[in-house]
């Protein structure tokens, strides 16, 4: 009862991730946070914590940065290696009511340098190795303070220093103004920072809520998301106030992930599609790492079905589902859909779901040519309700240009069937010229070849479409196994094998397409 009553605070107000783990704890004191690595800022705490714990160590960082004199409005760039210290540090920031801006550790000094200048004169919250990476940026110019979360680097404050702050009382910002700023996985260029709003963010938990209301027991849910993600502030949300037992997992190795799994036995992994195809090896293991989950989620990114059935058969338990969430950072959960064991693999793996019921987004597919969208004709996806973004910050025109009133346009590209299921075909500049949907073609042919550890179709020097392929361990790939997988594609391009190191990715796994396609834009002969 105590989280239904933190829920309906939520939507009345708003979600105030620095007031979380402090309603989290009103709700149930003693809920664990489990991590498989230590904290950077306080790495005395250990790996083992209760919801009360963390919310105190929240509740001390905050009265540390307010020390280092930032304030209410202000914004604070949070750039450090990946470390589940930076949701707490977040929590911290946003709890004396100043913007956290949360920059991915994927992301270069020099779009890093782009971000701040457009933040105009942040705070910085780093470490001395991002300030390494930084070395040849212009701080002093760029930012109004800089904070290392631990350690001591010249020219910056240490929170480490500033142990003993007299706590704070938190301030709260307005219900529909920024309090939370991310930014997108940057496959076409610099990220766009993308504003989350009290109401936005406090909206997107309604249908993953009532979803999660289907699990009675207390069981552990497992989360590997990137920390710095806006998914990964529902993700937290919705599991202490639910009251289940946390996993939060950064090490991304299988056999690292399999002796977590065995461990901590979680009923729910959440991780990212990419993550889930590199363990899905793990499904042969005759410990069954696997077998205590009752239900994957994924979002980010369309999965492969071959993949969804792999991970449903090495679960132990009955009614075992994969749930994909389509969406992105500016529209959150848009549609989603249930996989099942028996039936994963012959999914298709296009249809990406339904509108979910609850008071959830609504979805359209407008024509791009004046005829009705169809498979054959795919129209311009767009999401309309109260969890979109309200804007990118310090590029408005850039947003407006995707907004029609309340309908975002989300830059990808599909149509709806008779049944009403969204199939989403492609991202529109990925679009090729006689291909009907290059992720169709990659759905297919991977579960058709087992030994390939990626698929991607990208344009080629004369518009044609090139598979650029990855298999396990670097193997040679078999081309009369390829030949036979590939002949209902006819107009696919000789496939280019490359290591799966060199795939350019994002700070979300995702394959950079354009990146990749810019690769093989000369001709073999011109790249010799």
Not at 146 to 160: K, T
Not at 325 to 331: A, C, K, R, T
Request: contains cysteine; glycine residues 8%.
């Amino acid at each position: 009862m105590k989280g239904s009553i933190a829920y309906r605070s939520i939507l009345k107000r708003g979600l105030h991730i620095g007031l979380l783990p402090e309603m989290a704890a009103a709700v149930n004191a003693s809920t664990p946070i489990t991590l498989d690595h230590d904290l950077d800022v306080l790495p005395e705490a250990g790996r083992r914590l209760t919801v009360r714990q963390y919310a105190d160590l929240v509740d001390d960082l905050a009265g540390r940065l307010w020390a280092a004199g930032v304030r209410p409005g202000e914004h604070v760039v949070l750039y450090k290696r990946a470390n589940a210290d930076h949701w707490m540090l977040a929590a911290a920031v946003s709890r004396i009511g100043a913007v956290v801006v949360n920059l991915s550790p994927a992301l270069d000094a020099a779009t890093v340098a782009v971000l701040m200048e457009r933040l105009g004169r942040p705070s910085l919250l780093t470490d001395t190795g991002k300030l390494d990476v930084l070395a040849h940026v212009a701080l002093g110019e760029l930012t109004e303070r800089v904070i290392v979360v631990a350690g001591e680097r010249e020219g910056a404050l240490s929170l480490a220093g500033l142990a003993g702050s007299p706590r704070v009382r938190p301030v709260l910002r307005p219900l529909d103004e920024a309090a939370v700023i991310t930014h997108t996985s940057g496959t076409t260029g610099i990220p766009k920072l993308v504003v989350h709003t009290p109401r936005t963010q406090g909206q997107r938990l309604i249908p993953q809520w009532r979803l999660l209301s289907l699990m009675r027991k207390k069981e552990t849910v497992a989360i590997h998301v990137p920390f710095v993600h806006s998914r990964m502030v529902a993700a937290m949300s919705l599991a202490l106030l639910k009251e289940f037992p946390v996993l939060l997992m950064r090490e991304a190795d299988p056999a690292a992930v399999a002796e977590q799994l065995l461990e901590h036995r979680p009923v729910l992994i959440e991780a990212l599609p990419n993550s889930l195809m590199e363990w899905e090896g793990l499904a042969a293991d005759p410990r069954a790492p696997f077998g205590s989950v009752k239900v994957f989620s994924s979002t980010f990114d369309a999965i492969h079905p071959g993949t969804m059935s792999r991970l449903l058969k090495a679960s132990d338990r009955r009614g075992a589902l994969f749930f994909q969430i389509y969406g992105q950072s500016e529209v959150g959960p848009a549609v989603g859909r249930a996989y099942f064991r028996h039936s994963a693999h012959k999914a298709n793996g296009r249809c990406v779901g339904w509108p979910m019921p609850w008071g959830a987004a609504r979805v359209r597919v407008v024509s791009r040519d004046g005829h009705t969208p169809s498979q054959d004709n795919p129209g311009s996806i767009e999401v309309a309700w109260d969890g979109l973004a309200p804007a990118y910050f310090a590029e408005q025109d850039r947003y407006d240009t995707n907004r029609d009133g309340q309908w975002w346009r989300t830059g990808d590209v599909g149509y709806r069937t008779r049944f009403g299921c969204l199939h989403m075909l492609d991202r529109e500049v990925d679009m090729i010229a006689g291909v009907r949907s290059s992720l169709e073609i990659e759905d297919v042919v991977l579960g058709r070849l087992p030994e390939l550890s990626e698929l991607v179709v990208v344009a080629g020097p004369d518009a044609e479409p090139v598979p650029v392929i990855c298999t396990t361990d670097d193997a040679p790939l078999d081309p009369q196994r390829w030949k036979a997988a590939v002949a209902p594609f006819p107009q696919l391009a000789d496939p280019v094998q490359i290591p799966q190191a060199e795939l350019p990715r994002t700070a979300t796994l995702k394959v950079q397409r354009l990146a990749l396609a810019d690769r093989f834009a000369k001709k073999p002969a011109e790249r010799a």
